[in-house]
């Protein structure tokens, strides 16, 4: 990897987590810099995770693939977390090029981040639970659920939002290669989320 997409990478990682947990301060909500550190290891991680996945896949089908910052997608980011109460998280994307990618390739490239966000949902579900059960404590409690709230809920949101049949988010590419695989797995995302949110 080269060094100015690591600092990419570490710039879009810190700022995505800044923007969760400084979420609606001109609105009149106080910044929580307390969850900042369960925000980096649960939503950061699902944000690079994802994009890396991007870049393994696609360079194991012989492409091109860097990640690269989006110095607007980056302000517009913090401006609607500060102003606006909700997050516009597109600090930066993985870059492909190949003039000899099959759509089915493509397909199976985009699926890759979705498929790592469900993963690592999972993963902080079980976190959060075991926290929860094992360590019968009011501030453990409190760890478990924002494992569960930042980990398990944003990481099952990204993989929804991505799997949109909507150009350019990943869904779209899914469903013009296999529409029965975007389908099985956006209602994989689907569900969950529409139960979170109510």
Sequence with gaps: MEEGELIDIIVSVVAI???FSM??????????FKVFP???????????????????????????AFYKGWQSGLMLML???????FIFAAPGAVYIYSPRLTRRQNGIISLAGPLTNFLLAVLFLFVGFTIGINMA???????????????????????????LPIFPLDGSKVAK???????????????PTFFIAI
Excluded at 79 to 85: A, N, P
């Design 79 to 85: 401006f609607t977390s500060l102003f606006l109460g």
């Design 137 to 163: 404590t009011p501030s453990a409690e409190a760890l478990a659920e924002q494992f569960l709230i930042y980990g398990f809920a944003t990481n099952m949101f990204l993989g929804f939002f991505n799997m």
């Design 38 to 64: 369960i925000v980096l290891i649960t939503v950061g991680l699902g944000f690079v995770l994802h994009e890396l996945a991007h870049r393994f896949v696609a360079k194991r089908f012989g492409a091109v």
């Design 23 to 32: 979420r609606g301060v001109f609105l009149g909500l106080t910044p929580n």
């Design 177 to 191: 290669w296999n529409f029965l695989i975007w389908a099985i797995v956006f209602l994989v995302f689907l569900i």
């Design 17 to 19: 987590s800044l923007a």
